[in-house]
């Protein structure tokens, strides 16, 4: 029973680079949530789909975010020209179709952007 | 707008000792769902609870319990007879349905037991 997987686990990066992020969610789920967690603080919804589709994006996600999810199985999140201030956990969550299911959380890529 | 609010921000215990952790949840929907993760040193969300609106019984797992109040719109976590194992950030999150999906999270509790 394999859970959510998230790779890389740890991100350095100049500013001004772009950085991609990869989550692997629990096989059956066809839901994906990305989430950024900065210190001291809870979780906060990016973006979700549902199989391939993206279907929400929050007001957080800038143009200088995309994600994607091309076969409805694991999903990137790219950043580009990177700032300081993305510095951040990025958080993967995956659930079942229905409306209110949990999300199952993998362990999270930490960015430090200098 | 839903909105979490855990205000407690950090709370130290002896082993032993019980300890409740407050939720307070702001929604203007009727059907919603509430959950409780704990976020260990290790950095990753683990679930304990989702409790749906329509149900306000209370649970007990073990030495943990939930207590779910909707006239105070609250939604507390109790650990009995707590141990070190316990110490971790504990988030309080709602999800209201249908067609919102994502989960609106309080700002987190840090909870350390001490030995």
């Known amino acids: 029973d394999t859970g959510v997987s998230q790779n890389p686990r740890h991100k350095i990066t100049k500013r001004g680079q772009n950085v991609t992020f990869r989550c692997d969610p629990i096989?059956?789920?066809?839901?994906l949530y990305w989430y950024r967690q900065t210190l001291g603080q809870g979780p906060e919804f990016l973006t979700y789909f549902q199989n391939e589709a993206q279907l929400e994006k929050s007001r957080l996600l800038s143009d200088r975010f995309s994600a994607e999810r091309p076969k409805g199985s694991f999903s990137t999140l790219e950043i580009q020209r990177t700032e300081q201030g993305d510095s951040a956990m990025y958080l993967c969550?995956?659930?079942?179709?229905?409306?209110?299911?949990?999300?199952?959380f993998g362990p999270g890529t930490r960015l430090l952007v200098l | 707008a839903q909105k979490v609010t855990q205000a407690q921000t950090e709370i130290s215990v002896v082993e032993k000792e019980d300890v409740t952790l407050d939720c307070v949840y702001e929604t203007r929907d009727t059907t919603y769902y509430l959950f409780w993760y704990k976020q260990p040193p290790s950095g990753e969300l683990v679930f304990l609870i989702r409790?749906?609106?329509?149900?306000?019984q209370n649970e007990i797992s073990g030495r943990y319990s939930w207590n779910f109040q909707k006239s105070t719109s609250s939604f507390n976590f109790t650990i009995t007879a707590s141990q070190v194992v316990d110490s971790a950030v504990y988030f309080c999150a709602l999800s209201e349905a249908p067609g919102n999906n994502d989960m609106r999270f309080g700002a987190g509790t840090r909870l350390t037991v001490k030995p």
């Open positions: 969550a995956s659930s079942l179709i229905r409306s209110g299911e949990t999300q199952y």
């Open positions: 409790r749906n609106s329509f149900d306000e």
């Open positions: 096989s059956e789920h066809n839901r």
